[in-house]
């Protein structure tokens, strides 16, 4: 009852003070002094052990775990696996919630995040407009450290995933993990596959060994992760765009096709077909 009283209090905070998830986690489960995870013992008391993951568990839309900040779960994901397997069924329904939080909810962010000119041309026209913004317009000088001050979160961010991957996939080889531990970090892996940063060759040459394991489960993970290894894989194609309108030049519907040669971009270039019959005009529009 005190572990639901107190899960409540903090979701409550929690939602008041967006930001103070990270201090939660990368200050007490980093350092291991308040949240000790990896510390409670299997014969011992695991009262401690069941208040950190009911505080990481949360509520199923507010959960530490789940805002898609990379440098907490740096700290976070290691700091679990890692944690004293126990056989308490409490226990392992905490963690498989964390786990199965993580799975539905967790939304990776944007990697790379790049700002076209076209965007900056748009964002210059609000104070030719009212109501103009309340802050003044910043000058070139602002703008230029703006984008170095971005360059830098991108390589942060792209360092963090990185080091993530390769921290759970050293958890995997070298710690004598549990084999629900084992799988929870095979899960990790799977649920942060980014499109466009491939993984490693060490983190693939491990799945590919992993697809004829004796365990079924470990060979269910190792399927998905290398069917995301395939798309991130996959070669790019032009995509050409018909737009399909109604008798009232009016859309109807869009669709997207594949095509890889220039005479099927030539072919779809066509303005306008007008059918007898009252049959349905159609706009086919390329885009490359």
């Given at each position: 009852?005190?572990?639901?009283?107190?899960?409540?209090i903090?979701?409550?905070q929690?939602l008041?003070?967006?930001?103070?998830?990270k201090?939660?986690a990368?200050?007490?489960v980093?350092s291991?002094?308040?949240?000790?995870?990896?510390?409670?013992?299997d014969?011992?008391d695991?009262?401690?052990?069941?208040?950190?993951?009911?505080l990481?568990?949360?509520?199923?839309?507010?959960?530490i775990?789940?805002?898609?900040d990379?440098?907490v779960?740096?700290?976070l994901g290691?700091?679990?696996?890692?944690?004293?397997?126990?056989?308490?069924?409490?226990v392992?329904r905490l963690?498989?919630?964390?786990?199965?939080?993580?799975?539905?909810?967790?939304c990776?962010?944007?990697l790379?995040?790049?700002?076209s000119?076209?965007c900056?041309?748009a964002?210059?026209t609000l104070?030719?407009?009212?109501?103009?913004?309340?802050l003044?317009?910043?000058?070139?000088?602002?703008?230029?450290?703006?984008?170095?001050?971005?360059k830098?979160?991108?390589?942060?961010?792209?360092?963090?995933?990185?080091?993530?991957?390769?921290?759970?996939?050293r958890?995997?080889?070298?710690?004598?993990l549990?084999?629900?531990?084992r799988?929870m970090?095979?899960?990790?892996i799977k649920?942060l596959?980014?499109?466009?940063?491939?993984?490693?060759?060490?983190?693939?040459?491990?799945f590919?060994?992993?697809?004829?394991?004796?365990?079924?489960?470990?060979?269910k993970?190792?399927?998905?992760?290398?069917?995301?290894?395939?798309k991130?894989?996959?070669?790019?194609?032009?995509k050409v765009y018909?737009?399909?309108?109604?008798?009232?030049?009016?859309?109807?519907?869009?669709?997207?096709?594949?095509?890889?040669?220039?005479?099927?971009?030539?072919n779809?270039l066509?303005?306008?077909e007008?059918?007898?019959?009252?049959?349905?005009?159609?706009?086919?529009?390329s885009n490359?």
């Amino acid at each position: 009852m005190c572990f639901a009283t107190a899960e409540v209090i903090f979701d409550s905070q929690h939602l008041k003070h967006e930001y103070e998830y990270k201090i939660v986690a990368l200050k007490q489960v980093k350092s291991y002094k308040v949240l000790k995870i990896d510390t409670c013992e299997d014969s011992g008391d695991t009262k401690e052990q069941k208040g950190v993951l009911y505080l990481l568990l949360g509520s199923q839309h507010s959960s530490i775990i789940t805002q898609g900040d990379l440098n907490v779960m740096v700290s976070l994901g290691p700091a679990i696996v890692l944690s004293k397997p126990s056989e308490k069924l409490s226990v392992i329904r905490l963690k498989q919630g964390i786990v199965d939080t993580i799975n539905k909810n967790f939304c990776l962010n944007t990697l790379e995040l790049k700002i076209s000119d076209t965007c900056l041309a748009a964002a210059r026209t609000l104070w030719k407009h009212l109501p103009q913004p309340a802050l003044p317009q910043p000058d070139q000088n602002e703008i230029e450290e703006g984008a170095q001050k971005l360059k830098q979160l991108n390589r942060s961010n792209l360092a963090a995933y990185n080091n993530l991957l390769d921290e759970l996939l050293r958890c995997i080889l070298e710690e004598p993990l549990h084999w629900r531990h084992r799988l929870m970090a095979m899960t990790f892996i799977k649920d942060l596959v980014h499109p466009n940063q491939p993984y490693s060759a060490k983190l693939v040459r491990y799945f590919l060994q992993a697809l004829i394991h004796d365990s079924l489960e470990e060979r269910k993970i190792a399927t998905r992760v290398v069917t995301f290894m395939l798309k991130q894989q996959k070669r790019k194609h032009i995509k050409v765009y018909r737009i399909f309108l109604n008798k009232s030049y009016k859309i109807r519907s869009l669709r997207c096709f594949w095509g890889n040669s220039n005479q099927f971009l030539k072919n779809s270039l066509k303005c306008y077909e007008r059918y007898s019959n009252n049959k349905t005009r159609i706009q086919s529009i390329s885009n490359k």
